[in-house]
């Protein structure tokens, strides 16, 4: 079957780094992607890793490493605004899109 | 409008009756999504449509149908609902994914009750 695999929660200090892995196993891989959802909210695309190697976006970044089936969001100087719901997902080929079950961060004042 | 928006925002429906969601993009994007939601379970794929008059099946499409009529519209429809359909229904679309990017845009989600 296909999986991937998040914590379930992580929590964190304001302005903290903080780590969020993603493991996965999927039948086809054409791209890791990563998402935030606050409560009772939509989801919204935050970075896409198709090639190895980390992206930068602000204070979000990205890590892939297909060989290893390995990815991590990174956050940094977290805000409490970064409060939600993160989820890893994998585009197994065409338009299926595979998401992992989710990280809830915590972030502490 | 801007973005996606869906209708109902939410709906408490008894098993056994037919229900359609509908979802509404401007963004002109071709490939539209429909997933479901569920605690501790993530975002699942129901039916995808690459473009206009083309569907596809997701993960879990048993019980759902869709119809692609135009580039704007994407209902999603409960033929006889059970109470195992209650979730959190979000429509989505994008540009045509590739190796290089599948950004996706997803509406406000519809909250949906069967009893």
């Known amino acids: 079957g296909q999986s991937l695999e998040q914590p379930s929660e992580v929590t964190a200090v304001e302005g903290a780094i903080v780590q969020i892995n993603c493991t996965y196993q999927t039948s086809g891989f054409y791209g890791l992607s990563w998402y935030q959802q606050h409560d009772g909210g939509a989801p919204t695309f935050l970075s896409y890793n198709a090639l190895d190697g980390l992206e930068e976006t602000g204070r979000f970044s990205s890590f892939l490493s297909r060989s290893d089936s390995y990815g991590y969001l990174l956050l940094q100087e977290l805000q409490m605004k970064d409060s939600a719901s993160y989820f890893c997902?994998?585009?197994?080929?065409?338009?299926?899109?595979?998401f992992g079950a989710g990280t809830r961060l915590f972030v502490k004042a | 409008i801007a973005g996606i928006t869906q209708a109902p925002t939410s709906q408490i429906l008894a098993a056994g009756r037919r229900m359609t969601l509908r979802c509404t993009q401007d963004m002109r994007h071709n490939a539209m999504y429909w997933y479901r939601q569920d605690l501790g379970l993530g975002l699942r794929l129901i039916h995808y449509?690459?473009?206009?008059?083309?569907?596809g099946k997701g993960e879990v499409p048993d019980g759902y149908s869709v119809s692609r009529a135009n580039t704007d519209d994407f209902p999603l429809t409960l033929a006889s609902a059970v109470p195992s359909q209650t979730s959190v229904y979000f429509c989505?679309?994008?540009?045509?994914?590739?190796?290089?990017?599948?950004?996706?845009?997803f509406g406000p989600g519809t909250r949906l009750t069967v009893l």
């Open positions: 449509s690459n473009t206009a008059g083309t569907t």
């Open positions: 989505a679309s994008s540009d045509q994914p590739d190796a290089y990017q599948n950004e996706q845009f």
């Open positions: 997902a994998v585009n197994t080929g065409g338009f299926k899109t595979i």
